[in-house]
């Protein structure tokens, strides 16, 4: 599982990713997962190029890349769980 993360996890569910440019469930699960729990903790975090988004821009931006980038299956269970993914990521 980890090895397929590490691959995989820069695909996209529309085919435009790398390294293979796989798309669909063509993706491990594990790597269509990680990818929104990584571009999250991307977006509400701070860097020392960017300020952090919020957690409703996040939601906003993984909702908006829905079916494009992102597994519209996966955005919508991250979704119903996104209020305990705000708290879990802020303890």
Do not use: Q
């Not at 085919?15 to 990584?38: C, F, M, N, Q, V």
């Amino acid at each position: 599982m980890a090895e397929d993360i590490a691959l995989y996890h820069h695909e996209r569910w529309n085919g435009k990713g790398y390294p293979l440019g796989i798309k669909h469930t063509t993706i491990p699960l594990s790597a269509r997962i990680d990818e929104i729990a990584d571009v999250y903790d991307a977006l509400v975090s701070e860097r020392v190029y960017k300020a952090a988004s919020t957690h409703n821009e996040a939601l906003e931006i993984i909702y908006a890349e829905s079916g494009c980038h992102f597994d519209p299956t996966i955005v919508a269970a991250f979704m119903t769980k996104a209020e305990e993914i705000k708290v879990i990521y802020h303890t």
